[in-house]
Structure formats: C-alpha cells, structure tokens
Nanobody, 119 residues
Framework: QVQLVESGGGLVQPGGSLRLSCAAS????????MSWYRQVPGKERELVAR????????NYADSVKGRFTISRDNAKNTVYLQMNSLKPEDTAVYYC????????????WGQGTQVTVSS
C-alpha cells in the first residue's frame, strides 16, 4: 500500500522555524520526484517546492525562496521541508506528494499537516 505520512506541523510565532517530514512507503521512492504543496481556505493549492529523484534539481515558489529548503534522504524514504522566517501568510495545510516525472501530475498525496504562524 502506498503511503505518504507528513509530520512536524504545529503552531509557531512569526519569524520562527519549523521542519516538516514526509515518510514514504509502498513505492520506489528513489525514482520519484517529491513535492510540498500548501492550501488555505479560498485559495488554490500552491506548489511550494519540488526536488528531483536524486536531489539534483530543485524548484521553489517565489513566495518562499530564501526562506524554505527542500531536501530528501533516499535511504530513509523521506523528504523534508525546512521553513525559516515564517510569516502569518505561510499558515496552511502542507501536503507531500510524489510524481514519476518532473513535469508530471502527482501520483500520490499525504494527508496533510497543519502549520499555523501566529503570535
């Protein structure tokens, strides 16, 4: 059974940091590109960051460049999102996804983890 399980979300103050993890199982993790998306009520789901299967190519949304870092550990079947200098507008449900091609549609989704940035 394919599973993507996010963890690490929570409540943080503006300017704080948070590290999200996504543990994958049930597919060949090392051959898939991995992505982090986020969504808030009333807005479309936004691609935050994407990393290629071996980590050689990384893309970020303009809104998070310089603040967020995506990484992966293929030996652990895990992808991470380090979030620094968090802003209230970063508040969203963050989702992990996988895709077999860089430009392709995500094949699988996690259940999401809530990130709330508030003082």
């Amino acid at each position: 059974q394919v599973q993507l399980v996010e963890s690490g979300g929570g409540l943080v103050q503006p300017g704080g940091s948070l590290r999200l993890s996504c543990a994958a199982s049930g597919f060949t993790f090392g051959t898939y590109a991995m992505s982090w998306y986020r969504q808030v009520p009333g807005k479309e789901r936004e691609l935050v960051a994407r990393i290629s299967s071996t980590g050689g190519i990384i893309n970020y949304a303009d809104s998070v460049k310089g603040r967020f870092t995506i990484s992966r550990d293929n030996a652990k079947n895990t992808v991470y999102l380090q979030m620094n200098s968090l802003k209230p507008e970063d508040t969203a449900v963050y989702y992990c996804s996988s895709q077999s091609r860089w430009i392709g549609t995500p094949n699988y989704w996690g259940q999401g983890t809530q990130v709330t940035v508030s003082s």
